[in-house]
C-alpha cells in the first residue's frame, strides 16, 4: 500500500492544529525522558542479548546526571571543571524546559517537542507526517554547520537554525523567539543531544567491554552505593566514575568545535562568484557575464566528472534524481550497522515496535528549487560542498591537484546557481527576475523537503 507524506506546508499546518487542541485541552505532553529502547534493542538482536537491564542501568545514569524534564539539572564534575563553567548555564535550562503555560518556562515544549519529543528523539507528535523526520539529538550528529564531518556543531551554528528555521522543511522561523529564548533553546538543545549521547555511549562501552549480561554484570547498580560491603561499595564508585568519565568525553567534543570552525576563504578575483540567485541573474547580465558563463561551464565539468562526481546523487541537470535510494545515518545506525536492510520491513518489526520511524530515502537537493536547507549564502554552499553534511549521504570534497581544487568550489556554486528555476531560495527575489520555469519546480510550486544540502 502505498504510504502518503505530507509537504512541509500541509505538515505545519497540522502541527499548528495539533498546538492549538493541545492548549486548548490542557493536556500537558509527558514530563519523562523515554529510554532509547531502539539503541538498546539493537544490540539485542545483534547479539541476542536481553539489554533490558543495561537500558535501565544507563537511564539511571543519566537522570541522576541529568535530572528530569521539568527539572533539568547538570553532572556535578560541570561545577568542579573549569573548562566547562561558561558552557552551558542552568538558568538558561530551567527558561526551556518544564511546562510549555509555566510562567517564565517552558520554551521547548511549547515550540520543539511537538516534532522533535520531549526527549529529543526526534519522535513528537508530528513526526512520523514530516519528511525528512525531526532530527534526533541523540546521536550528536547535527547536519548543518561550520565545523568538519564528525565535529559538533558551534552553539551559533545551533543557534542560527533555532533564529531562522530550515528553507524548504517544517522546521521554521519563530518570530516572537527573543534571543534570550534562542540562547536558552540553543542550551537546551545541547543539553538534551548531551544527555541522549551519554545514554548510548553507556550502553555502546558496555558491550565493546564485554560486560556479561547474562551473567548478571550490570554497567552500574545503584543498591551497591551505600552498601556496607566496602568492596561493594568500591564497586560502584568505579562504575560511577566510568559513567562521568563517558558524559565528560561527550561534553569534550562539544567544546572542541569552535576550534574546528571552518573559515572561508575569499573568492577568487579571476571571476565572479553569485552569493544569491538574484545577483546571479544580475552578474549574468553585466560586464562580468562572460567570465561568469566561464565558470558555470567549468562547474557544470566539474559536476558531471568522476572526480567531483556530484551527478551520480543529484543528476545529470542537478535535479536530485540520481542515487535515490540511499538513507541517513539515523536510520543506518539501527538497520544496516546490524545487518539489517531498511528495505526488510519484517525484520525492522521489534524495532519500529519500540520507537524507530519507519525508513525513508535521503533524496538528493534538487538545485532547480534554489532552497538549500543548510544556508544559501556561497559560504554555506562553500562548506556543505568542502566539509560535506554530517549524518547524510553527502560526503566531504575530495581534491585531486590538476582535477578539482578548492577554487573549483566556487566553480561548482555557480554551476548550481545556474540551474535554479525558481526564486523560493531568495527572500528578497520577485518573478519576474526567474531564469524559466521547469516540471520540476516552476515558480510558486509547493517545495519538496529533502535532507541534502
Given at each position: 500500500m502505498q504510504r502518503f507524506r505530507?509537504?512541509?506546508?500541509?505538515?505545519?499546518?497540522?502541527?499548528?492544529?495539533?498546538?492549538?487542541?493541545?492548549?486548548?485541552?490542557?493536556?500537558?505532553?509527558?514530563?519523562?525522558?523515554?529510554?532509547?529502547?531502539?539503541?538498546?534493542?539493537?544490540?539485542?538482536?545483534?547479539?541476542?542479548?536481553?539489554?533490558?537491564?543495561?537500558?535501565?542501568?544507563?537511564?539511571?545514569?543519566?537522570?541522576?546526571?541529568?535530572?528530569?524534564?521539568?527539572?533539568?539539572?547538570?553532572?556535578?564534575?560541570?561545577?568542579?571543571?573549569?573548562?566547562?563553567?561558561?558552557?552551558?548555564?542552568?538558568?538558561?535550562?530551567?527558561?526551556?524546559?518544564?511546562?510549555?503555560d509555566a510562567e517564565g518556562r517552558g520554551l521547548y515544549r511549547k515550540h520543539c517537542a511537538l516534532c522533535h519529543g520531549v526527549t529529543g528523539n526526534?519522535?513528537?507528535?508530528?513526526?512520523?507526517?514530516?519528511?525528512?523526520?525531526?532530527?534526533?539529538?541523540?546521536?550528536?550528529?547535527?547536519?548543518?554547520?561550520?565545523?568538519?564531518?564528525?565535529?559538533?556543531?558551534?552553539?551559533?551554528?545551533?543557534?542560527?537554525?533555532?533564529?531562522?528555521?530550515?528553507?524548504?522543511?517544517?522546521?521554521?522561523?519563530?518570530?516572537?523567539?527573543?534571543?534570550?529564548?534562542?540562547?536558552?533553546?540553543?542550551?537546551?538543545?545541547?543539553?538534551?543531544?548531551?544527555?541522549?549521547?551519554t545514554e548510548r555511549a553507556l550502553i555502546d562501552d558496555a558491550v565493546m567491554e564485554g560486560v556479561d549480561f547474562e551473567g548478571g554484570e550490570r554497567i552500574i547498580n545503584p543498591e551497591l552505593a551505600n552498601s556496607p560491603d566496602e568492596e561493594k561499595k568500591e564497586e560502584f564508585t568505579e562504575a560511577w566514575e566510568i559513567s562521568e568519565e563517558i558524559a565528560m568525553g561527550v561534553a569534550e567534543s562539544w567544546l572542541e568545535a569552535d576550534d574546528e570552525v571552518l573559515e572561508v576563504p575569499e573568492p577568487p578575483a579571476d571571476f565572479p562568484v553569485a552569493n544569491s540567485h538574484k545577483d546571479f541573474i544580475k552578474l549574468s547580465q553585466g560586464d562580468q557575464a562572460e567570465a561568469l558563463a566561464k565558470s558555470v561551464a567549468r562547474g557544470n565539468e566539474l559536476f558531471l566528472g568522476k572526480v567531483a562526481s556530484c551527478s551520480k546523487c543529484h543528476g545529470e541537470k542537478g535535479l536530485g534524481n540520481g542515487q535515490t535510494t540511499d538513507y541517513d545515518e539515523w536510520t543506518k545506525d539501527w538497520t544496516a550497522r546490524i545487518g539489517i536492510k531498511p528495505?526488510?520491513?519484517?525484520?525492522?518489526i521489534p524495532l519500529l515496535?519500540?520507537?524507530?520511524?519507519?525508513?525513508?530515502?535521503?533524496?538528493?537537493?534538487?538545485?532547480?528549487?534554489?532552497?538549500?536547507?543548510?544556508?544559501?549564502?556561497?559560504?554555506?554552499?562553500?562548506?556543505?560542498?568542502?566539509?560535506?553534511?554530517?549524518?547524510?549521504?553527502?560526503?566531504?570534497a575530495t581534491f585531486?591537484?590538476?582535477?578539482?581544487?578548492?577554487?573549483?568550489?566556487?566553480?561548482?556554486?555557480?554551476?548550481?546557481?545556474?540551474?535554479?528555476?525558481?526564486?523560493?531560495?531568495?527572500?528578497?527575489?520577485?518573478?519576474?527576475?526567474?531564469v524559466g520555469e521547469s516540471p520540476s519546480q516552476s515558480v510558486g510550486a509547493e517545495p519538496k523537503a529533502s535532507p541534502a544540502i
Open positions: 505530507f509537504s512541509p506546508h500541509v505538515a505545519m499546518m497540522v502541527c499548528a492544529v495539533v498546538c492549538v487542541s493541545v492548549a486548548g485541552c490542557r493536556e500537558e505532553i509527558p514530563v519523562t525522558f523515554e529510554p532509547n529502547f531502539v539503541h538498546a534493542m539493537k544490540y539485542q538482536i545483534k547479539d541476542n542479548v536481553s539489554m533490558d537491564q543495561a537500558s535501565e542501568d544507563a537511564v539511571w545514569v543519566v537522570t541522576k546526571m541529568f535530572g528530569t524534564p521539568n527539572e533539568p539539572k547538570l553532572p556535578d564534575f560541570v561545577s568542579e571543571e573549569e573548562d566547562f563553567a561558561d558552557w552551558l548555564d542552568l538558568d538558561r535550562l530551567v527558561r526551556a524546559s518544564g511546562p510549555a526526534g519522535r513528537g507528535t508530528t513526526a512520523a507526517i514530516l519528511n525528512p523526520y525531526p532530527r534526533d539529538y541523540r546521536m550528536g550528529v547535527f547536519k548543518f554547520k561550520s565545523t568538519p564531518l564528525s565535529y559538533k556543531p558551534t552553539r551559533e551554528d545551533l543557534a542560527r537554525v533555532i533564529r531562522d528555521g530550515i528553507a524548504g522543511t517544517a522546521m521554521v522561523k519563530i518570530p516572537e523567539l527573543s534571543e534570550e529564548d534562542v540562547q536558552a533553546l540553543t542550551d537546551y538543545v545541547i543539553y538534551l543531544s548531551w544527555r541522549g549521547e528495505e526488510d520491513r519484517e525484520s525492522l515496535a519500540r520507537g524507530a520511524l519507519p525508513p525513508i530515502n535521503a533524496i538528493p537537493r534538487n538545485f532547480a528549487e534554489g532552497l538549500f536547507h543548510g544556508g544559501s549564502d556561497s559560504s554555506d554552499l562553500y562548506r556543505r560542498i568542502t566539509q560535506g553534511i554530517d549524518g547524510s549521504p553527502m560526503p566531504a585531486v591537484e590538476g582535477q578539482f581544487e578548492e577554487q573549483d568550489v566556487w566553480h561548482l556554486i555557480n554551476f548550481i546557481r545556474s540551474l535554479q528555476t525558481a526564486d523560493a531560495g531568495d527572500t528578497n527575489a520577485t518573478p519576474s527576475e526567474s
